[in-house]
């Protein structure tokens, strides 16, 4: 029998049952603190009979306890589980409930470092095909390294959070110039994020990698495509991925996604050693990906799995370490976007419009190639497991109009 919470709204039709206990930051109006979700409510896990050293929940951010390690990780969740299903503890813990409905989320960690990361086969594939033919669609380099490049820790925002459009440099195919302009091809990009746990010094391998990871959010790189058409060669991206990237409010414990484990794809290259996997290191997560004209009933625009990607976080992880480049508690590695082989299954704008040459058209009659002001996208996703489903909460963001442009810009 599915274990089940004395709570009621834990049990049945619920992203946060007993099984999935994610750990976030709200604040009721009295502060912001640490919590857990279950069913439609916060468990203030500072507040309650945690049986752990008071000063990892001090701060508002699940550092201190992502630093502690492992053990200690477990032994938290294994407390909240028994205080959260064991009626015994009921009168105890219900004083430290909280609706969700009434509290704001916010960050639920510092993030140190921001690394983005191209692991998607099918979305490379697209882009690819896009800009060099089918041919030549994939790098010499892609199935042989997890592609990647350093991201801003400051651009990395929680659900809810506005995003204005960017300017940027741009320059048309039949411009002699390039000019500063808002970017007219602004995306989004279905992605999942890995959160660091543990430091690293030297090289660790996939299996030390996997063990470093505390857990999963929701990962949206919006991008403004024409920015990064004109800036990327020879170094990649910059300012077209450093507007905004949006995480979901609740970090699902790697220990929450062991049910749900499966492979990477057969390889069609053989990997170097160091990258070799000694077991499923993705996870069957269904996802989709929703848009809502301005005050508008939403579209879903895009359904996919985790489980399509080339490269896991572990083995972006290990490749991260092989330069001898430090990992920090609290570093997030975003696994690049996550397309499925239908064309329904695009993890963005780009590969969903093929480049703006095969507008969407929504539920409410509209057309996007690429995002509007006023648009609102939505992450959503979960692992079905039997009779419960774990969740992650919605990774949000609404799109607003560039700012003015200052005077000295101007030409």
């Not at 205080?83 to 105890?92: K, N, V, W, Y």
């Not at 499966?262 to 000694?278: D, G, I, Q, S």
């Not at 083995?315 to 508690?329: E, I, K, N």
């Amino acid at each position: 029998m599915t274990q089940q919470s004395w709570l009621a709204s834990a049990q049945g039709d619920t992203d946060f049952p007993i099984q999935n206990l994610p750990c976030g930051v709200f604040d009721d109006g009295r502060g912001a603190r640490m919590g857990v979700a279950i069913g439609d409510m916060i468990l203030d896990v500072g507040a309650v009979d945690h049986g752990l050293d008071p000063a990892l929940f001090a701060a508002p951010a699940w550092n201190a306890v992502m630093a502690a390690g492992p053990a200690v990780w477990a032994a938290l969740r294994a407390r909240l589980t028994d205080l959260l299903s064991d009626p015994a503890h009921r009168p105890a813990v219900v004083p430290h409930l909280v609706p969700q409905a009434g509290a704001r989320l916010l960050m639920p960690f510092a993030v140190a470092e921001y690394t983005d990361f191209y692991a998607g086969k099918n979305h490379a594939v697209n882009v690819g095909t896009m800009f060099r033919g089918a041919e030549n669609a994939l790098p010499p380099n892609w199935l042989s390294i997890p592609i990647g490049y350093n991201g801003r820790a400051s651009s990395v925002v929680v659900s809810g959070t506005p995003v204005t459009r960017p300017w940027g440099q741009v320059k048309g195919p039949d411009e002699a110039l390039p000019r500063l302009a808002p970017s007219a091809r602004f995306d989004l990009e279905l992605e999942m994020g890995a959160i660091v746990g543990q430091p690293s010094q030297g090289m660790v391998s996939v299996a030390e990698a996997d063990e470093m990871i505390f857990g999963y959010v929701l990962l949206n790189d919006w991008s403004a495509r024409d920015i990064q058409a004109w800036e990327y060669q020879p170094l990649g991206p910059f300012q077209a991925k450093a507007t905004a990237t949006t995480i979901s409010p609740w970090i699902v414990m790697k220990a929450a996604l062991e049910p749900f484990r499966v492979a990477t794809p057969a390889r069609e290259r053989p990997l170097l050693p160091y990258l070799r996997e000694p077991g499923p290191m993705l996870y069957d997560i269904g996802l989709t990906v929703s848009l809502a004209p301005g005050g508008k009933a939403e579209t879903v625009i895009a359904r996919t799995n985790y489980r399509e990607m080339y490269y896991s976080a572990a083995q972006q992880l290990a490749h991260h370490t092989t330069s001898g480049c430090a990992m920090r508690v609290g570093d997030l590695l975003g696994s690049g976007t996550i397309s499925g082989a239908a064309k329904d299954a695009r993890g963005s704008l780009l590969e969903l419009s093929w480049g703006g040459k095969e507008p969407l058209t929504l539920e409410t009659g509209e057309t996007r190639s690429f995002l509007a002001d006023g648009d609102t996208l939505v992450l959503r996703g979960a692992a079905q497991g039997a009779g419960y489903r774990i969740g992650f909460g919605d990774c949000a963001g609404q799109v607003l109009p560039a700012i003015e442009l200052p005077d000295w810009a101007k030409e």
